[in-house]
C-alpha cells in the first residue's frame, strides 16, 4: 500500500501546475461523492457533509466555515459540471501558459475564484432581490477559476486565434466576451450565484492581463506566499556533522617527542654503519621527517 501511494504521489509531483489542478479537482470529486454514497447507504444525510466543501451565501455562515473560500473552488456538483470545467480549465490553461508561467497560473486560478467568490457574496447581500435566497445558497464549481484564466489569456492577448467547429478562426477575445454576455444575461436566472461569480473570476482576470502589461504581477504576492508554505514541509537536508580529530596537546608533544626519539636512533645507525644499512621503513621515515 505505501509502494502505491509513493508511486501515486511521484507521478503527482512529475506533472505540471495545470494537470495538478485537474487531478485535484478530480480527487476531490471523486472523494466527496463516494463520500456521499457511503452515507446514504447508512440512511446519513449526506447534503451536510457535502455542503462542507461549498461557499455560502451568509456572511454568518461564511465566518464559520473560512474553508470554503478556497474548497468551493474545488468542489462540483455533477459529472458535466466537472467535465466542462475541466476541459475549459485544460484548453485556456494550455493557451495561459504560452504567455505567463506555471505559478502565474496557479495564482490566477485561486485569485480568480476567491474574486468570483467576493463578488458573489458581495451581490447576494447587498441587492435584495437575493434577500429571500441568501440563507439557503451554496457557490461551488471551479468555473470562477477558469474564467479568470480565460480573460487574463483573452485581454494580454487579443489576437490570439483558436479555431472552433462551425466557426473556423475567431480571436480568443470574442470567445470571452460572448461568455461575459451570457452571464451578464443570466444573473437573475436559478443560478445566479454561479453566474455572477464567473463575473467575478473573469473581472479578475481582465485586472491581472492589464496589469501585466503594465509590468506588475497581481499574483506575486500569493506565489511568494505559496513558496514560504512549501518549503515549510520540505525535507531539510541532513546535516553534516564532522569531528574535530585533533589531538590534545600533550597527545601531541608525546608523539612528537617519540618520532624524534625514533629519528634521532636511524641517524646514529645512519654513523655506526651507513645509509645502506637502514630498513626500507626507515628510511621511508627519515624521508618524511626531512620534509
Known amino acids: 500500500m505505501a509502494t502505491i501511494f509513493n508511486?501515486?504521489?511521484?507521478?503527482?509531483?512529475?506533472?505540471?501546475?495545470?494537470?495538478?489542478?485537474?487531478?485535484?479537482?478530480?480527487?476531490?470529486?471523486?472523494?466527496?461523492?463516494l463520500t456521499g454514497v457511503f452515507l446514504t447507504l447508512f440512511?446519513?444525510?449526506?447534503?451536510?457533509?457535502?455542503?462542507?466543501?461549498?461557499?455560502?451565501?451568509?456572511?454568518?455562515?461564511?465566518?464559520?466555515?473560512?474553508?470554503?473560500?478556497?474548497?468551493?473552488?474545488f468542489s462540483h456538483h455533477g459529472l458535466l459540471h466537472i467535465l466542462f470545467n475541466m476541459l475549459w480549465l485544460y484548453w485556456f490553461g494550455k493557451i495561459f501558459l504560452i504567455f505567463f508561467n506555471t505559478k502565474q497560473l496557479l495564482g490566477t486560478y485561486l485569485l480568480g475564484g476567491i474574486a468570483g467568490a467576493c463578488l458573489f457574496l458581495l451581490s447576494f447581500n447587498i441587492f435584495p432581490y437575493f434577500e429571500d435566497a441568501v440563507e439557503s445558497s451554496r457557490l461551488l464549481g471551479a468555473s470562477a477559476a477558469v474564467m479568470a484564466i480565460v480573460f487574463a489569456a483573452s485581454f494580454y492577448k487579443k489576437d490570439f486565434r483558436i479555431s472552433l467547429l462551425f466557426l473556423g478562426n475567431i480571436k480568443i477575445y470574442y470567445v470571452a466576451l460572448v461568455s461575459l454576455a451570457l452571464d451578464l444575461l443570466a444573473i437573475t436566472s436559478e443560478n445566479a450565484g454561479g453566474h455572477i461569480a464567473h463575473i467575478g473570476g473573469a473581472l479578475f482576470g481582465i485586472c491581472y492581463a492589464l496589469a501585466y502589461r503594465r509590468g506588475t504581477d497581481l499574483t506575486k504576492y500569493l506565489n511568494k506566499f505559496l513558496d514560504k508554505c512549501v518549503n515549510l514541509f520540505k525535507r531539510k537536508p541532513k546535516m553534516k556533522v564532522t569531528f574535530n580529530r585533533r589531538?590534545?596537546?600533550?597527545?601531541?608533544?608525546?608523539?612528537?617527542?617519540?618520532?624524534?626519539?625514533a629519528i634521532d636512533q636511524i641517524l646514529d645507525k645512519i654513523k655506526k654503519s651507513g645509509y645502506n644499512s637502514l630498513s626500507k621503513d626507515e628510511k621511508k621515515r627519515l624521508f618524511d621527517a626531512s620534509k
Do not use: H
Open 7 to 33: 508511486n501515486l504521489g511521484r507521478f503527482f509531483r512529475q506533472k505540471d501546475i495545470l494537470t495538478r489542478l485537474i487531478i485535484i479537482n478530480v480527487l476531490v470529486f471523486a472523494l466527496v461523492r
Open 43 to 73: 440512511k446519513i444525510d449526506a447534503t451536510a457533509f457535502m455542503a462542507c466543501f461549498q461557499l455560502p451565501g451568509s456572511l454568518l455562515s461564511l465566518a464559520k466555515e473560512p474553508w470554503t473560500l478556497i474548497t468551493y473552488m
Open 247 to 261: 589531538a590534545s596537546d600533550y597527545q601531541y608533544n608525546d608523539r612528537k617527542k617519540q618520532e624524534n626519539e
